[in-house]
């Protein structure tokens, strides 16, 4: 309906604004929703590693499974699987750097984050409820974008 629509889309504009206000310090003038959809999740599935277009996306969630990220040790080098978290991947392994920011979601957090930022969900194997999620990409100013001077 076009009620919860305008909602959702309010609650975007407004979160990515404080979003690059707090990040950048700039005002964002002008916002537009690419896309919007949900993601169900379940049992044994995943979200192989990728990307999104637009300048700005984002990840909402819905519901998650009570025995979120619980799973079966398989083998010894099963110790750290971090089984429906949500995992931003960004440079390569370094030094006391880690290039994966491994993010245990709640209900109702919502995340934001630059178009370009690779990042996957594991699948979660010992729970058979559902792991739901809202996803959107948009389009920003340009110029607050566009750090390089290319457009």
């Known amino acids: 309906p076009k009620f919860i629509k305008k909602n959702i889309l309010n609650f975007i504009s407004a979160s990515v604004k404080k979003y ?3 990040s950048i310090k ?3 003038k002008k916002l537009k929703l690419l896309n919007l959809w949900v ?3 379940f049992k044994n ?3 192989p590693i990728h990307w999104h277009g637009g300048h700005i996306s ?3 969630f819905l519901k998650v499974p009570s025995s979120f ?3 079966i040790q398989e083998n010894k080098n099963d110790a750290h699987y971090k089984g429906g978290t949500l995992n931003l991947v960004h440079g390569t392994r370094q ?3 880690s290039s994966i920011y491994s993010i245990k979601p709640e ?3 919502f995340y934001f984050f630059p178009n370009y930022l690779m990042h996957t969900v594991f699948p979660f194997k010992n729970s058979n409820e559902e792991r739901r999620s809202i996803s959107f990409n948009a389009y920003i100013d340009k110029d607050i974008y566009d750090v390089y001077g290319n457009y």
Do not use: P
Request: glycine residues 16%; charged residues 30%.
């Open 95 to 97: 030094f006391l750097s």
């Open 26 to 28: 700039k005002d964002v």
């Open 107 to 109: 209900v109702g957090d």
């Open 69 to 71: 990220g619980a799973h």
């Open 58 to 60: 984002g990840a909402g």
């Open 45 to 47: 599935e995943y979200n």
């Open 39 to 41: 993601v169900r999740q």
């Open 20 to 22: 690059i206000k707090k």
